[in-house]
């Protein structure tokens, strides 16, 4: 047998149940057709070309216990372990991890709306660190929608949306921040205010959309959210779009147009966004001076569920809708294929990773 190392991607789907009848213990396993018995939302590729994938076993929404799992593709091997804060398994309504070398930092919502962070150790995982609305407007907040990332300084940086997160609610809805890791507590800044003010005929509204993205940039981490201004006044109305890079709450910087993000990455000099709009995906960029268009009109798709991964410059990402899937590759949509098991209209997840695999 001839065998050569070959660059693959790998796109892991919240409904594609991959890995199934797993043990919900340690011991690997080889299978002809493996599927994951759980609602998969974040994986990443460690060192060794293996896939570490987090998911949530039982339902996401009332929440369900924290697992992480590894996948080698070369084996066709599997193995989990749960998550755990001290000696109680994590339960979570939503995750997200980012790896440093190979050690996984989770970010996930806890049932009573907190996000919190843990980490691999040698023997483990370590104890979580929790973060908390802000409880403005003398109202008692909730979180959603955690991603995380290792940024270009070696933090960690974790962004989110909290129901009271900004004072002035006068709209009710929930703002995007943005926090850091220091001193092992966390710093919090709203990097989209969500308000607006109405005294007939004039007024106006910011608006911040669900997901949040966030990836590594010198110096530290940007966070990627669409946003919207409306503006009324006597004879007429007016709405504008964004897709927002947001270091802090200080730096914003706005590109224009009314793109559905789904997914952020960075290599160190640039982040790079994977957007939806008009019936085609996007990929626009900032290098934390300006934003620009990457590549446009990538591929002409349904915007449901979408991941993006890096190699340099080169840029990969997957993309599923009800049982069709996309794959594009630096440069080429190479396939569109039929799912097996159709996603999970509760469960729009999905990540795209890059393995070595022997082949």
């Not at 934390?288 to 590549?295: A, D, I, R």
Request: charged share 20%; glycine share 10%; net charge negative.
């Amino acid at each position: 047998m001839i065998r050569k190392n070959l660059k693959r991607l790998f796109c892991v789907l919240i409904s594609l149940i991959l890995f199934s009848l797993i043990l919900p213990a340690v011991p690997a396993r080889a299978d002809d057709d493996l599927t994951i018995d759980g609602f998969v939302f974040d994986a990443e590729t460690l060192s060794d070309s293996t896939i570490g994938v987090l998911f949530v076993r039982g339902t996401p929404s009332e929440g369900g216990e924290l697992l992480y799992g590894n996948f080698d593709p070369a084996e066709n091997t599997w193995r989990e372990i749960p998550v755990t804060n001290g000696e109680d398994t994590v339960t979570a309504k939503e995750a997200a991890f980012s790896l440093s070398g190979d050690i996984a930092h989770i970010a996930y919502t806890s049932v009573d709306g907190k996000i919190g962070y843990l980490y691999q150790t040698d023997d483990g995982w370590s104890d979580a660190i929790f973060i908390e609305s802000n409880n403005c407007n003398n109202k008692t907040g909730s979180l959603s929608d955690p991603d995380i990332t290792i940024g270009g300084d070696g933090g960690i940086y974790i962004c989110y949306f909290d129901t009271q997160g900004a004072e002035d609610e006068y709209y009710a809805r929930s703002d995007a921040m943005l926090a850091s890791l220091k001193d092992g507590s966390f710093t919090k800044s709203v990097v989209i205010n969500a308000t607006g003010w109405f005294s007939s005929p004039d007024g106006n509204r910011t608006d911040a959309y669900a997901p949040i993205k966030i990836a590594p940039t010198s110096g530290g981490a940007t966070a990627v959210v669409r946003s919207s201004f409306w503006e009324k006044w006597y004879n007429g109305n007016d709405t504008a779009y964004y897709a927002n890079f947001c270091k802090s709450a200080g730096e914003v910087s706005r590109f224009d147009g009314n793109y559905t993000v789904f997914a952020a990455a960075g290599n160190g000099s640039a982040v790079y966004a994977l957007v939806h709009k008009s019936g085609a995906y996007h990929v626009i960029s900032y290098n934390g001076t300006s934003n620009s268009v990457m590549e446009s009109a990538l591929a002409e798709f349904g915007a449901y569920a979408a991941g993006l991964t890096l190699d340099g410059t080169n840029i990969y990402y997957a993309a599923a809708k009800d049982s069709s899937l996309l794959f594009y590759l630096a440069g080429e949509a190479v396939s569109k294929d039929s799912i097996e098991n159709p996603i999970l209209s509760s469960h729009n997840k999905l990540a795209a990773v890059l393995s070595d695999s022997i082949l």
